[in-house]
T-cell receptor, first 109, second 118 residues
Framework: GQNIDQPTEMTATEGAIVQINCTYQTSGFNGLFWYQQHAGEAPTFLSYNVLDGLEEKGRFSSFLSRSKGYSYLLLKELQMKDSASYLCAVMDSNYQLIWGAGTKLIIKP | GAVVSQHPSRVICKSGTSVKIECRSLDFQATTMFWYRQFPKQSLMLMATSNEGSKATYEQGVEKDKFLINHASLTLSTLTVTSAHPEDSSFYIC??????????????FGEGSRLTVL
């Protein structure tokens, strides 16, 4: 079956760096997405990786290793507003998005 | 970036009534839109894929007669929850992809609709 694993919850300190990992097992691969979702709101797009390596976008970076079925989202200079759930989603060979359960990130002052 | 508008954002209805939720792509055409349901503290669950001009494709376990989907134009899809029951109370979210980006483009999400059935 298809499976996306990411930690349920993480806690970090304002101003610090946090890495949220995502491992996947899917039938085929057409890219991996990271979305941010604040409580009670719809997800917003953060990043898309289809090739191995690191994609940097401001304070957020996303890494992909297709051979390892692994990605991470790196958040730097954490701000209180970064408290949210972070969803990892993989597009399989049928172009269907398989969603992880999300990682709830708690930022403490 | 592209904008997807969803309406209403909140709706409260009595058990047994029907509720319609609209999803519009405001500045792009979407041949395909997706409808998700999300229960508290859980991930998104795909309910159905809405295809313009044809019948929606429903995920296993989703009742197509209860969750009616209509995708009449390239910018509008509607989800109607028929004969709603309290267990249908949930956060419903639509998403769409710009057809020019093909199958791997970024998904743009609507604001979500919180349905409460009394």
């Amino acid at each position: 079956g298809q499976n996306i694993d990411q930690p349920t919850e993480m806690t970090a300190t304002e101003g610090a760096i946090v890495q949220i990992n995502c491992t996947y097992q899917t039938s085929g691969f057409n890219g991996l997405f990271w979305y941010q979702q604040h409580a009670g709101e719809a997800p917003t797009f953060l990043s898309y990786n289809v090739l191995d390596g690191l994609e940097e976008k401001g304070r957020f970076s996303s890494f992909l290793s297709r051979s390892k079925g692994y990605s991470y989202l790196l958040l730097k200079e954490l701000q209180m507003k970064d408290s949210a759930s972070y969803l990892c989603a993989v597009m399989d060979s049928n172009y269907q998005l398989i969603w992880g359960a999300g990682t709830k990130l708690i930022i403490k002052p | 970036g592209a904008v997807v508008s969803q309406h209403p954002s909140r709706v409260i209805c009595k058990s047994g009534t029907s509720v319609k939720i609209e999803c519009r792509s405001l500045d792009f055409q979407a041949t395909t839109m997706f409808w998700y349901r999300q229960f508290p503290k859980q991930s998104l669950m795909l309910m159905a894929t809405s295809n313009e001009g044809s019948k929606a494709t429903y995920e296993q376990g989703v009742e197509k007669d209860k969750f009616l989907i209509n995708h009449a134009s390239l910018t509008l899809s509607t989800l109607t929850v028929t004969s709603a029951h309290p267990e249908d109370s949930s956060f419903y979210i639509c998403s769409a992809r710009d057809h020019r980006q093909g199958d791997t483009g970024e998904l743009f999400f609507g604001e979500g609709s919180r349905l409460t059935v009394l």
